[in-house]
């Protein structure tokens, strides 16, 4: 069971551009959503994250929009540049030290 | 400050061999975790650990697998008799939990140990 869907699987945007990255959940025990960045040959690094009490979260050029009612949540990246080309991650925990359950992933790039 | 750290960065091993993967956390992080990376399977949460125990070891693949913690620091991730579908990039993360109520549970990631089984 697939508990968190990410979309879609590879996106190209051009410089400048938004890049939207969405994701979907079905644990209702989940309230915290964190979105990891990885480069190849590197372990995820945190981007940004959310909890279920607010409904957006701006961080510079990034921003997730979370919708509780429908379980969704989702990455924006304002004026994407060629070096945000990665594979960004959604990701779901319940409270305490749970474990990340994550997506599957989406590979961006950004053409310059 | 130094990050997750993990060894060895690449292992090659054949199969029915048994490996053992190594995690420094951050210090102070009280929680570890293990994940594993594959193509097919992508970002799977395999073990935590708060301290030096393990409350819930039900995401380990297999009884092949298994997890240690000393001290409170560093962890030990043990496959016994690998197979090739073992193969895959092992992580580690640490966080600090200032109690297990938190949900900020930021967790920082090593760079992995890529593992090949032939």
């Known amino acids: 069971q697939q508990q968190v869907k990410q979309s879609p699987q590879s996106l190209i945007v051009q410089k400048g551009g938004i890049s939207i990255i969405n994701c979907a959940y079905e644990?209702?025990?989940?309230?915290?959503f964190p979105w990891y960045q990885q480069f190849p040959g590197k372990g995820p690094a945190l981007l940004i994250a959310?909890?279920?009490?607010?409904s957006e979260k701006k961080e510079g050029r990034f921003t997730i929009s979370f919708n509780k009612s429908a379980k969704q949540f989702s990455l924006h990246i304002m004026d994407s540049q060629p070096g945000d080309s990665a594979t960004y991650f959604c990701?779901?925990?319940?409270?305490?030290?749970?474990?990340?359950?994550f997506g599957k992933g989406t590979h961006l790039i950004i053409q310059p | 400050g130094a990050g997750v750290s993990q060894s060895p960065s690449n292992k090659v091993t054949e199969k029915g061999k048994d490996v053992e993967l190594r995690c420094d956390p951050i210090?102070?992080?009280?929680?570890l975790y293990w994940y594993r990376q594959s193509l097919g399977q992508g970002l799977e949460f395999l073990i935590y650990?708060?301290?030096?125990?393990?409350?819930?070891k039900s995401g380990l693949p297999s009884d092949r697998f298994s997890a240690e913690r000393t001290g409170g620091s560093v962890s030990t991730l043990t496959i016994q008799r690998t197979q090739q579908e073992d193969s895959a990039v092992y992580l580690c993360?640490?966080?600090?939990?200032?109690?297990?109520?938190?949900?900020?549970?930021?967790?920082?990631f090593g760079p992995g140990t890529r593992l090949t089984v032939l």
């Open positions: 993360a640490s966080s600090y939990l200032p109690g297990l109520r938190s949900s900020y549970n930021e967790q920082f």
């Open positions: 644990n209702t025990a989940f309230d915290y």
């Open positions: 959310i909890r279920p009490d607010v």
């Open positions: 990701a779901a925990s319940g409270g305490g030290a749970d474990g990340l359950t």
């Open positions: 210090s102070g992080h009280t929680a």
């Open positions: 650990f708060q301290g030096n125990s393990a409350p819930d």
